[in-house]
């Protein structure tokens, strides 16, 4: 494990979103023996890879979270060589960057590297499939690291919820104080992520990573795994549980969990396709890091507390 009177250098990028937000609590709580590097878009541009790799030569970092990526599905369809850049191009040039420095990487990947095809849960080992520009170039970003450095952490995951940034339970808070029903689709099945969960318990897999290397005989666990939290829920039941939950803590919504109506994916047709099965299989992470993950339904209700804590 890191010494403790020793600065740990970081670099976290996407720093100011939703996945990035909870590291930078993270990293304040841990106190100052943590010393995070976060630049803004104006200070580094993230899809300029030389500039990426001469950052990260120059500053010498021991651990990069790459919580940065293009996350507008059905914008990438429009934009692919900027989606190519943030999500094929970025995680490549800095796996190949943390291997001259010795530095390890943290990044997050997504259900959508899947055609979402089948009933079951995706194994890490499963064929990926992407569907859409996005998937696609997410995918190629996976490779990239894989090919090019060995102390890396990927970190598949699925609908990604948080009180920062945008997501789709503010989304339907949003929509159901404006309207009087929903539509929502229920053909398409997974699990909504905490992004507290996301960089809580990709800082626990590092730290056992680091310990499995001084470990006798070494042990890394470095590698590919899904994370996400327990169970199976589809858009209109999760957009329902949101309504009822909010309901309960005092929310004003014009639309209650009833008037959710469900809809299939063919009846709100979108630029980039969907996976119709996002689930993902995460014993192997539990196994490998000895944790047991939460429902989603404790995610949707913290989540919520937080919400309306900071409205207070």
């Given at each position: 494990?890191?010494?403790?009177?020793?600065a740990l250098n970081?670099?976290?990028l996407?720093?100011?979103?939703?996945?990035g937000?909870e590291w930078?609590?993270?990293?304040?709580h841990?106190?100052?023996?943590i010393h995070?590097?976060s630049p803004?878009r104006q200070?580094?541009?993230l899809?300029?890879?030389?500039a990426?790799?001469?950052?990260?030569?120059?500053q010498?970092?021991?651990?990069i979270?790459?919580a940065a990526?293009?996350?507008?599905?059905?914008?990438a369809?429009?934009?692919?060589?900027?989606?190519?850049?943030?999500?094929a191009?970025l995680p490549?040039v800095?796996a190949q960057s943390?291997t001259?420095?010795?530095?390890?990487?943290?990044?997050?990947?997504?259900?959508?590297?899947?055609?979402?095809?089948?009933d079951?849960?995706?194994?890490?080992?499963?064929?990926?499939?992407?569907?859409s520009?996005?998937?696609r170039t997410?995918?190629?970003?996976?490779a990239?690291?894989r090919?090019?450095l060995?102390?890396h952490?990927?970190?598949?995951?699925?609908?990604?919820?948080?009180?920062?940034g945008?997501?789709?339970?503010?989304?339907?808070?949003?929509?159901?104080?404006?309207?009087d029903?929903?539509?929502?689709?229920a053909?398409?099945?997974?699990v909504?992520?905490?992004?507290?969960?996301?960089?809580q318990?990709?800082w626990?897999?590092w730290?056992t990573?680091?310990?499995?290397?001084?470990?006798?005989?070494p042990?890394?666990?470095?590698g590919?795994?899904?994370?996400?939290?327990?169970g199976?829920?589809n858009w209109?039941?999760y957009?329902r549980?949101?309504l009822?939950?909010?309901?309960?803590?005092g929310?004003?919504?014009q639309a209650?969990?009833l008037?959710?109506?469900p809809?299939s994916?063919?009846?709100y047709p979108?630029?980039?396709?969907?996976?119709?099965?996002?689930r993902?299989?995460?014993s192997?992470?539990?196994?490998t890091?000895g944790v047991?993950l939460?429902?989603?339904?404790?995610?949707v209700?913290s989540t919520l507390d937080?919400?309306?804590?900071?409205a207070a």
């Open positions: 494990m890191a010494e403790r009177h020793r970081i670099l976290l996407g720093g100011s979103g939703q996945v937000t930078q609590r993270l990293f304040q841990e106190g100052a023996w995070v590097q803004t200070e580094l541009d899809a300029d890879s030389t990426v790799r001469d950052w990260v030569l120059h010498r970092p021991q651990l979270v790459n990526a293009y996350t507008a599905v059905d914008k369809e429009s934009e692919p060589d900027l989606a190519q850049a943030l999500n191009a490549t800095l943390a001259a420095v010795g530095a390890s990487l943290i990044h997050y990947s997504t259900d959508y590297v899947f055609a979402g095809t089948g079951q849960p995706h194994r890490e080992d499963d064929p990926v499939q992407p569907i520009v996005y998937g997410k995918a190629q970003g996976e990239g690291i090919q090019y060995t102390r952490l990927i970190l598949r995951t699925s609908w990604v919820m948080g009180a920062h945008g997501n789709f339970l503010k989304t339907m808070l949003r929509l159901a104080a404006e309207r029903s929903l539509r929502v689709v053909d398409q099945v997974g909504p992520t905490p992004a507290r969960l996301l960089a318990m990709a626990h897999a730290r990573c680091l310990d499995g290397e001084t470990a006798a005989p042990s890394p666990a470095w590919l795994y899904h994370l996400a939290p327990r199976i829920t209109c039941d957009a549980l949101v009822s939950e909010a309901s309960a803590r929310w004003t919504l209650s969990a008037q959710v109506a809809i994916t063919t009846d979108t630029p980039a396709q969907r996976p119709l099965n996002s993902l299989d995460v192997q992470f539990e196994q890091f047991i939460p429902d989603w339904q404790a995610g209700r937080e919400l309306r804590s900071l």
